[in-house]
Nanobody
Framework: EVQLVESGGGMVQPGKSLRLSCAVS????????MSWVRQAPGKGPEWVSG????????YYADSVKGRFTISRDNAKNTLYLQMNSLKPEDTAVYYC???????????????WGQGTQVTVSP
């Protein structure tokens, strides 16, 4: 069974930092690209960042570029998101995500964790 468990959220003041983690199990973590997605209150989901399976290529939304860093430890089956210089507009529930494509042997699926709340407030 595929499982993704986020942790590390909390309430911080603007300008502070948080590090989110996403522990995964039930699939070969090192074979899949991973993403972080967030959803602010009353808004739709926003893609935040992505990383390729080997961890060498990363992608960021313009809203977080230069402040957030995505990384992964394939030996520990864990995805990370280092968030620096946090702003009130970063307040959201943060989810890690993996999309598995359809193959000749199995139907593809998108998996999500339960999310971790990040609140940035003075």
């Amino acid at each position: 069974e595929v499982q993704l468990v986020e942790s590390g959220g909390g309430m911080v003041q603007p300008g502070k930092s948080l590090r989110l983690s996403c522990a995964v199990s039930g699939f070969t973590f090192s074979s899949y690209d991973m993403s972080w997605v967030r959803q602010a209150p009353g808004k739709g989901p926003e893609w935040v960042s992505g990383i390729n399976s080997g961890g060498r290529t990363t992608y960021y939304a313009d809203s977080v570029k230069g402040r957030f860093t995505i990384s992964r430890d394939n030996a520990k089956n864990t995805l990370y998101l280092q968030m620096n210089s946090l702003k009130p507009e970063d307040t959201a529930v943060y989810y890690c995500n993996v999309d598995m494509p359809t193959t000749p042997f199995a139907l593809g699926a998108s998996y999500w964790g339960q999310g971790t709340q990040v609140t940035v407030s003075p």
